[in-house]
């Protein structure tokens, strides 16, 4: 009788501190959003890196002195790759500047491709079939690049005080003889209450302090988050599996174990692939003639991008042939390269995705965690409704991780003999 | 004055004990197991690192037959009862296991099923060792897993010599009794 008095207590006390806790997880969780991307990453860096410290730690180096070594090393990449991109990363003006020279080459290219003079002469079969099909498609598409009202006074003041180059300032003026109008953004309709441009330049570079500062406090948390994780020594393991109960305490050490390797085989080989793919990207991008920043910047994000199955190589292509399309005196470092930069783009993500397929994919063997194509798009395209950006990027990793983790729970709860 | 003195070397003490007193009895304890004898107490501390320590009450399971073995256990206190199930569901106790010896120790080598179970009869505190730390081990520490590896397999060698006799006393027995009856007939 006494037995089961004690089973009720219990129970009840560990029913409660379950809701307790599941509820202070969730506050703490809603309140301190801003954090939990850099802890996130935190963590996620700290695992990658853990193999690599081990290496260093059986090579004699101490743990910490190994912890050092690689925080250095990331600090110096990040230092280094960072200011060859952030130079490369167009200012207000200069952004203005991008969107009228890519509106006027996107022009260019799309008459050409119907054959036409202008918008009033005949163009060709495409033009006749579909000529004002692709117009509508196309007026959407610049309507991203084209002004709005600030913008135009914004630009005029930079025309007023002659900052602009004659070059710009032609396809400016081709620009206006077919005006779009602009896609009108929820931030776009409040601005036009303010009060019309205070002061541009001084406003802006203050609101990019700031935004640094805030980024810098809440981040700051990562390089500790990751530190402390590879100091630790199975301790926050041992936590863990000192609550669990002694029924479910071999397998759920069995499950922590298989859920670790097959996570960190798919995010190791991920990274490792990613890289691959990105330095194929960044070089090819060299011998076809594109400068080093923008060769660095476009493999970068080709690379990280194709850590999303299917998705990844065209994103990677778009932003190559946009900047293809509006970059001048391309000039392949072999003479049996294309001439023409779009083509050169399509050329060199041709041959790494060749590469990928036949060479990396089969190198990086734990990559083998695969998801339906339809898993993926929706995955995708929900991450980026729930988290934008990081969504994007993130949605993938943590579906992987749901069904390595899931999966891995259900085959041991079964041999365990806990479930049917 | 003396008070104070007699206080701070109490406290002193007492977190002394705390900081210290886990680690090592943890390693004498490891220190006294046949398995892992040979090491020394730097080796012994970093195995204790991967030891995890679980208290049973009467009549649990440390593990049951046919579960997939994962882990070695090492009796700190209390005792454990191996068992088989019979016929009629009834468990028959196999071994009976003290404080200081070791039970499950072929899970080290692969995850086959367990051959029995293991049912606690005292209230028991164990320690755990896992097969995937100890190959965790053989790659950050060869020397280390490698002298355990090799002890198992002498204790693994040592028991099938013992079983090889048993089986062969029984052989001798069985055809004994065999002459015996034909003796009769």
Known sequence: MKNSDRIVRSRVFYFTLFIFSVAVIGLLLVVLQDLVLPILMGILAAYISLPVINYLWRKGIPKSLAILILLGAFSIIIFVIGQKVVSVIPNEKENLELRIQLQYKLDQNFLSFLGKKDYASEGNIFDDLFGDELYQMFQGLSSYLAFNEIEVAEFQSYIDSSQVSSRILFFYNENLKHPILPILKNDDSKAYNNELLPSISDGKSDSKIALFLSAISTWIIMPFIFIFVLIDEGEIKSFFLNIVPNRYFEMAFTTFANVDKAIGNYLRGTLMQSSLVGLTIFLGLLLIGFKIQAAILIGIIAGISNAIPFLGPVIGLGTGILYAMIVEGIDPVLPFLPDNPIFGVLLVVLIAQFLDNAIFQPLVLGKAVNLHPLVVVIGVTGGSIIAGFWGVLLAIPTIVIFKVVISTVYRQAKAYYIIY | ?185
């Open chain 2, 1 to 185: 004055m003396e008070d104070l003195v007699k206080t701070k070397t109490l406290w002193k003490d007492f977190s002394k004990e705390i900081l210290t007193s886990k680690s090592q009895t943890l390693v004498d304890i490891l220190k006294k197991i046949p398995l892992l004898s040979e090491l020394s107490r730097r080796e012994l501390k970093i195995i204790s690192k991967f030891a995890y320590e679980r208290t049973f009450e009467v009549n649990e399971f440390v593990f049951e037959t046919n579960q997939p073995g994962a882990a070695m256990f090492i009796i700190k206190e209390g005792e454990v009862k191996i068992v088989k199930q019979n016929e009629n569901n009834e468990f028959i106790e196999i071994a009976l296991l003290e404080a200081g010896d070791i039970f499950g120790e072929l899970a080290l080598l692969d995850s086959s099923p367990r051959s029995a179970g293991a049912l606690v009869s005292k209230p028991t505190k164990t320690i755990a060792i896992f097969r995937e730390d100890l190959n965790n081990l053989l790659k950050t520490h060869p020397e280390i897993g490698g002298k355990i590896m090799m002890h198992l397999a002498i204790i693994t060698g040592k028991r099938l010599k013992a079983t090889t006799n048993h089986v062969m006393q029984m052989e001798k027995e069985i055809n004994n009794l065999k002459d015996l009856l034909n003796e009769k007939q």
